[in-house]
């Protein structure tokens, strides 16, 4: 079983729709969650990033982790085409330098 | 601000050949640093980190190896390249150990034939 769970999509909404992407993790020390959007041959860009349980909003972006379920999720709203990207969660505990990725669900926004 | 740059951004090179692949991160100084290498339709595996100048860490045994000639300068090479090198290589750095993430550049598509 890996670390981090991914759904590798794709995902296909129309524009306008809310997103919901999705992890889930196995080591229960993970504390640091973050997720990095990656366009097609680029690198990824680092989105949001929370610390322990609980909500963090930064405009359409929602990110929300539940450590009882081991589970976290990025919410969009109001899609827009350029949203369409690979959506990469990552985790990491407390004291240590490696992050650990998901596989990332491909997203894509239809106009 | 700081900027982190890759170079080449493409390349393509025969089985058996060498490998350089270079790293530079602008605006901060005594940087963490990290190769990654990201297969087709895959997540990211870290291959090496580095907390400072000639400190290498390798995470998974293989045909490569990383250095650090310089504080904000990381490297990686190969002396001889196998078909299964091809994929997607990322450089990150973070500021140190208590900035919480990494910060990726642009990327070298390697493409092994």
């Known amino acids: 079983q890996k670390e981090v769970e991914q759904d590798p999509g794709p995902l296909s909404v129309p524009e306008g729709a809310i997103v919901s992407l999705n992890c889930t993790y196995s080591?229960?020390?993970?504390?640091?969650f973050m997720w990095y959007r990656q366009y097609s041959r680029k690198g990824p860009e680092l989105l949001m990033y929370?610390?322990?349980?609980g909500n963090k909003e930064d405009g359409r972006f929602t990110a929300q982790v539940d450590k009882s379920s081991k589970y976290i999720s990025l919410f969009i709203r109001d899609s827009q085409p350029s949203d369409s990207a690979t959506y990469l969660c990552?985790?990491?505990?407390?004291?240590?330098?490696?992050?650990?990725f998901g596989s990332g669900t491909r997203l894509l926004v239809r106009p | 601000s700081q900027t982190i740059h890759q170079w080449p951004a493409t390349l393509v090179q025969p089985v058996g050949s060498p490998l350089s692949l270079e790293c530079t991160v602008e605006g901060t100084s005594n940087p963490n640093l990290y190769w990654y290498r990201q297969a087709a339709g895959r997540g990211l595996q870290l291959l090496f980190y580095s907390v400072g100048i000639g400190q290498i860490s390798s995470e998974v045994p293989q045909n490569l190896s990383a250095s650090r000639p310089q504080d904000r300068q990381f490297i990686l090479s190969s002396k001889k390249l196998l078909l299964s090198d091809s994929g997607f290589y990322l450089c990150?750095?973070?500021?140190?150990?208590?900035?919480?993430?990494?910060?990726f550049g642009p990327g070298t598509r390697l493409l092994v034939l």
């Open positions: 990552a985790m990491r505990e407390d004291s240590s330098y490696k992050l650990i």
């Open positions: 990150a750095w973070r500021r140190d150990a208590v900035q919480e993430t990494q910060y």
């Open positions: 080591n229960s020390a993970f504390q640091y």
């Open positions: 929370t610390y322990s349980s």
